[in-house]
């Protein structure tokens, strides 16, 4: 299965701060590349599901991000926001191999906006 | 007339006496005549909270057990400061020191140990003190507060309990242990060398294989005290205060004077039986099985079995004890259970993260769990040993036992899950022996509804209180929506119970400098804490130890992170400082270059009278920040929660009403006050006549400058609900003025809770608290000051400056990877 997935290496573990985050810009709009205390990366399309906000701007905290304009709280690992706000922010599969990060962007599940949106 | 009572004696008004008192009276209130002799003044109190009570974390009437009134309304006579003397077993009678005899049917021995004093030259000197009773800690409360030096022999539970309540009252404390390790006989030597290092890092000195030759004494005119501790290689400890917590000794001279057998305890059987038929014995001072007992449960158990022996019973039996202990120092999470030895036949799991200062041992024999030692994650401790007790088969969970019972495919389950996930059969209070079950019955059956009935019915978390948390669960989980929890205070987040006040406390008191630190001295719910109370705890670390407190990055709004406003479509505003408002044209120029060259689409002057320019592109900010910074110009902090601006009007200078230069001070007191770091953002204004026009009574603090001098008004802001200033003080001097202002902000600083402006902190503290401390105490004030500008002295350096010329945190402004096109 994994021979189907086009794998896109964007850099490396190191370049994220811990509990921080970085931007890919894709060609569909900016990716969110975030690092948890416990090193791991995940990856969402940089708009909250409420207005848009930045998410990888965000205070990165377990294994979710709060969205800076808001504080709508979103799901790393999903993009879902959690309850009892709905929405999710697109998510993209990563893989990291011998601490370099590579996306699958074609296998990235678009967002949807929140219940504002 | 009724048939006589039975006449029950119970000879020590200690934990174990009285709760076998408890227990008999749970069973046949009305069968004995009850008379309590106790040799301490007091009523009965938790001795293992004695701890917290010298740590200044409780007060006696905290631990106080069963007051006076619970004695008279079950007909208990107490005679306290009355030790027992004798005892006449043939004629059945106890006499006590004041020459009281009593006649007993029953008699009932618990009375527990004696501090165990090594007997080296000098052991008897005035401050050489053991730690056993309310007197001990009274003496070392007195000890403490003229400061000094303490010694502590002894590095076990008591010994280290006692160390740390002498170091936060102040003393300078060293710990002198025989054994290569701490607490030996709990812990294994890492999680005893992990605990060594934690002590060290709260400024307590730790000496192993220190053995004890000669305590001297020293003095003029015979008031000969302790002054030092001389070691076996030689080296000599001064000191004022020496705490032997080397061990306890059963008390049985009592015992062995009537003839009663004794070992190194009170012989019993299982029935909680002397040698003589008529005499009982619980608690510390028996030996049973040829074993003596420390700890609270066993105490607990025994007292149980013989309750029901005196009520009439004939099965009970007591069959030793299974143990756990838990040190009570606050902010050191310890715990272990069973036998970690290890040994033939035995495996060993032990999961280590030194990083977060967790350590967990787990030693299996035959797939069933023989011991544990938890550091620093002591959480599942509880259900290990439930699983030891038990001696439950654990092969099935062997591959994931050492992370815990909350272990289920990575994610971490919330404590209420855990506690609901617990069998019945579940010890939940340790000290008192309740399982899970008996908890939840008495709630449903007996209809409590809160912690003090559960306490009062079933006694978990009346003694050393560690499982509280847990009953409180159990309590939620049994009611539903019928609990509701009495929080005294809100909780910071969902991380944590505590509320900002407490937590602010707890950083100072127990020296906490990191917010690792905070989630683990006050058990935070959360590895991480939240976008909530992060940003809080690195304030709260900030303001309480400037200079030394590592500014977490991670734990900063964007705001602060990028030194420029957020806007709602992602772009930012910067802001430059413009000292008292006033500006140049070169400044201005600067101000307009930068506009075309970067194309920002909006400039607006704010309601702080500086030039706000919005619509940046995050990743332009450091070449924005570069141009300003040539023309002179360093960050405003409109961002921050700081300083913002010194608003002013013209005054003196040009105004022909002003009455003192404000423009002038505006600057001044900007000079003075950019850069701090206060709960949320503040804002200052200088206004050069009762006009008013700088609008200076609804700043955080305002100026109003009268021909005689200064009118300095506080707690007043234009937000959501306006709130006018209160008239602080008015002073003659500029001077006055600018300490004034350094001393309300510190102390505002240091009170107020994480993003609650002046205004509402002044209504809720008082303006009489506040002119208590800035007006009526100008030493209090000069001090404020003074630590406003040390603290000051590390924060007034530009950071637009250090990342546009310095590159610092320059991954925050450049995307990661481009992969467009």
Same mark, same amino acid.
């Not at chain 2, 036998?339 to 033939?344: A, P, Q």
């Given at each position: 299965m994994d021979q189907m997935i086009a794998w896109t290496e964007v850099g490396s573990v190191a370049d994220i701060p811990r509990q921080g985050s970085r931007v890919v810009k894709t060609a569909f709009g900016d990716v969110a590349l975030f690092r948890t205390a416990t090193d791991e990366v995940f990856a969402l399309e940089d708009r909250c599901p409420h207005k848009g906000g930045p998410l990888s701007q965000g205070i990165v905290h377990g294994r979710r991000v709060t969205c800076p304009l808001h504080n709508w709280v979103i799901e790393l690992a999903t993009g879902e926001a959690v309850a009892p706000d709905e929405g999710c922010a697109g998510h993209v599969p990563v893989r990291i191999e011998g601490g370099v990060i590579s996306l699958a962007l074609a296998a990235r599940t678009p967002g949807r906006g929140g219940c504002h949106g | 007339m009724t048939a006589q009572k039975e006449r029950l004696i119970v000879v020590g008004n200690g934990m174990a006496g009285i709760r076998t008192v408890e227990e008999l009276l749970a069973r046949a209130p009305d069968r004995y005549d009850i008379t309590v002799f106790g040799a301490e003044p007091h009523p009965n109190y938790n001795r293992i909270m004695l701890s917290p009570v010298l740590a200044g974390e409780k007060s006696f009437e905290q631990i106080i057990l069963n007051d006076r009134a619970w004695y008279e309304a079950n007909g208990i006579t107490l005679l306290t400061g009355e030790p027992v003397e004798a005892i006449d077993r043939a004629a059945r009678t106890v006499t006590s020191l004041s020459g009281r005899t009593l006649g007993y049917d029953r008699l009932l021995l618990a009375t527990g140990s004696m501090p165990f004093i090594i007997p080296v030259p000098g052991a008897t000197l005035p401050g050489v003190i053991g730690f056993r009773d309310l007197a001990d800690v009274e003496t070392m409360l007195e000890a403490a507060a003229k400061g000094g030096r303490a010694v502590v022999i002894g590095g076990g539970l008591l010994g280290l309990e006692a160390a740390n309540g002498l170091a936060l009252k102040g003393m300078d404390v060293t710990v002198v242990h025989l054994m290569p390790t701490l607490m030996e006989r709990q812990l294994d030597p890492s999680a005893g060398t992990l605990l060594q290092r934690e002590l060290e890092a709260r400024g307590i000195t730790v000496l192993t294989g220190a053995d004890t030759a000669e305590i001297i004494g020293g003095g003029i005119g015979g008031s000969e005290r302790v002054t030092a501790v001389r070691l076996k290689d030689g080296r000599e400890l001064p000191a004022d205060l020496v705490v032997m917590a080397v061990g306890i000794r059963p008390n049985i001279a009592l015992g062995k004077a009537a003839g009663l057998d004794c070992g190194r305890g009170i012989k019993v059987d299982d029935a909680m039986r002397t040698s003589d038929p008529a005499i009982h014995a619980v608690g510390e001072c028996v030996e049973h099985r040829g074993v003596t007992w420390g700890l609270v449960a066993p105490l607990f158990e025994m007292a149980k079995v013989l309750a029901e022996r005196l009520a009439g019973g004939t099965e009970a039996a007591y069959a030793g004890s299974v143990t756990s202990t838990k040190l009570k120092v606050t902010g050191v999470d310890v715990f272990s259970a069973g036998? @970690?030895?290890?040994? %033939?036949g035995t495996e060993d799991i032990v999961f280590r993260d030194a990083a977060r200062g967790v350590y967990k041992r787990l030693v299996l024999k035959d797939n069933r769990l023989l011991g544990a030692v938890l550091y620093g994650d002591t959480r599942d401790g509880p259900w290990y040993f439930s699983l030891l007790k038990d001696g439950a088969d654990v092969s099935a969970e062997r591959d994931t036992l050492i992370f815990g019972q909350g272990f289920g495919g990575g994610e971490a389950a919330s404590p209420a899950a855990a506690v609901a996930a617990l069998p019945d059969s579940a010890e939940i209070c340790g000290c008192n022996g309740v399982c899970k079950g008996t908890i939840t019955a008495a709630i449903r059956d007996k209809g409590l509804t809160s912690l003090d009935e559960v306490r009062a019915h079933t006694k978990a978390s009346a003694s050393c209180g560690s499982c509280t948390g847990m009953v409180e669960t159990l309590l939620a989980a049994t009611l539903g929506d019928g609990y509701a929890a009495a929080p005294a205070v809100k909780p910071m987040c969902k991380c944590t119970t505590h509320g900002h006040d407490a937590v602010r406390a707890a950083i100072v008191a127990h020296g906490l400098k990191t917010m690792s630190d905070v989630f683990q001295a006050l058990e935070w719910s959360t590895p991480d804490g939240c976008a909530s109370c992060r940003p809080a705890l690195n304030y709260y670390l900030l303001c309480a130890w400037p200079g030394e407190y590592r500014d977490d990055y991670q734990s900063r709004f964007i705001n602060e992170r990028a030194h420029a406003n957020i806007q709602k479509d992602g772009t930012y505003s910067v802001v430059p400082r413009m000292w008292g408002g006033l500006t140049s044209a070169s400044e201005l120029r600067a101000i307009a270059d930068v506009v075309e060259k970067f194309a920002i689409p909006t400039v607006k002057v704010t309601g702080g009278q500086r030039i706000d320019l919005f619509g940046v592109k995050k990743e332009d900010l450091p070449a924005v920040w570069a141009d300003l910074n040539a023309a002179g110009m360093v960050s405003g902090h409109a961002y921050a929660k700081g300083l913002r601006t010194v608003k002013t009007c013209?005054?003196? %200078?040009? !105004? #022909? @009403?002003?009455?003192?230069?404000s423009t002038g001070l505006g600057v001044k007191l900007e000079k003075m006050t950019w850069g701090t770091w206060t709960p949320h953002k503040v804002k200052l204004a200088v206004s050069g !006549?009762? #006009?008013?026009c700088a609008e200076a009574t609804i700043k955080d603090l305002g100026v109003v400058c009268v021909d005689s001098g200064y009118e300095l008004h506080v707690g007043g802001n234009g937000g959501m609900h306006v709130r006018a200033c209160d008239l602080l003080a008015k002073v003659a001097t500029e001077e006055e003025v600018l300490e004034y202002t350094g001393a309300f902000l510190q102390l505002y600083r240091e009170e107020a809770r994480y993003l609650e402006r002046t205004a509402p902190w002044v209504e809720r503290v008082g303006l009489d608290h506040i002119r208590r401390r800035l007006v009526g105490d100008a030493g209090g004030r000069r001090a404020l000051h003074a630590r406003f500008l040390f603290s000051q002295s590390f924060s007034q350096e530009d950071p637009w400056a250090e990342r546009a010329a310095r590159g610092v945190d320059r991954h925050e402004f450049a995307p990661l990877a481009e992969l467009v096109g």
């Open positions: - | 036998d @970690f030895s290890g040994g %033939e013209v005054g003196s %200078e040009w !105004c #022909r @009403f002003g009455t003192q230069d !006549c009762p #006009r008013n």
